[in-house]
T-cell receptor
Framework: GDSVTQMEGPVTLSEEAFLTINCTYT??????LFWYVQYPGEGLQLLLK?????DKGSNKGFEATYRKETTSFHLEKGSVQVSDSAVYFC???????????FGTGTRLLVSP | ETGVTQTPRHLVMGMTNKKSLKCEQH?????MYWYKQSAKKPLELMFV???????ENNSVPSRFSPECPNSSHLFLHLHTLQPEDSALYLC??????????FGNGTRLTVT
């Protein structure tokens, strides 16, 4: 079945450092890919998405490019802030299905 | 305001209790979902409702009983739970192929 693999956390960075959180997927067909973010005490919020190969999703300084050849959707940000501390989830949704398949989440901790 | 409201935010219940979780969405979506979030595990899809009809039950034990009286409201009725059912229960809604919108969850502790 479809699956998503994320790097283990926590990822600990200093403010203004460069961020990469790796995500790879296994799926049949042509899934849409998503990054969700969960701040402490809250539910998940959609951060960005990409619906086809080579699409780049971006939001709030975060970017991720849908790479079909490497089945990856890595999340990047050039300069993180303390307020970016949260848990980040990579997810996919296959065509014709409503089910979102999530990775285990990666906790990001940014210190001043 | 996420557009999806869950109550209560926290719930502590004994294994013999019966309680219900409530979810309400104000987004006009036609699909609603229950997910379970446990520590160090991927989010687990429990149930999906489309236009009030259940379209997916992901092998969830019968001690969890969903109810969807209309497209805006979703309940999860709980009875004779086990300690391993302690988790964050997330409700979400969506419209057709659009991304899911999540509520802030109910933190459930079973004692």
């Amino acid at each position: 079945g479809d699956s998503v693999t994320q790097m283990e956390g926590p990822v600990t960075l200093s403010e203004e450092a460069f961020l990469t959180i790796n995500c790879t997927y296994t799926a049949t067909g042509y899934p849409s890919l998503f990054w969700y973010v969960q701040y402490p005490g809250e539910g998940l919020q959609l951060l960005l998405k990409a619906t086809k190969a080579d699409d780049k999703g971006s939001n709030k300084g975060f970017e991720a490019t849908y790479r079909k050849e490497t089945t990856s959707f890595h999340l990047e940000k050039g300069s993180v802030q303390v307020s970016d501390s949260a848990v980040y989830f990579c997810a996919l949704k296959n065509t014709g299905f409503q089910k979102l398949v999530f990775g285990t989440g990666t906790r990001l901790l940014v210190s001043p | 305001e996420t557009g999806v409201t869950q109550t209560p935010r926290h719930l502590v219940m004994g294994m013999t209790n019966k309680k219900s979780l409530k979810c309400e969405q104000h987004l006009g979506h036609n699909a609603m979902y229950w997910y379970k979030q446990s520590a160090k595990k991927p989010l687990e899809l429990m149930f999906v409702y489309n236009f009030k009809e259940q379209t997916e039950n992901n092998s969830v034990p019968s001690r969890f009983s969903p109810e969807c009286p209309n497209s805006s409201h979703l309940f999860l009725h709980l009875h004779t739970l086990q300690p391993e059912d302690s988790a964050l229960y997330l409700c979400a809604s969506s419209q057709e192929a659009e991304p899911l919108h999540f509520g802030n969850g109910t933190r459930l502790t079973v004692t």
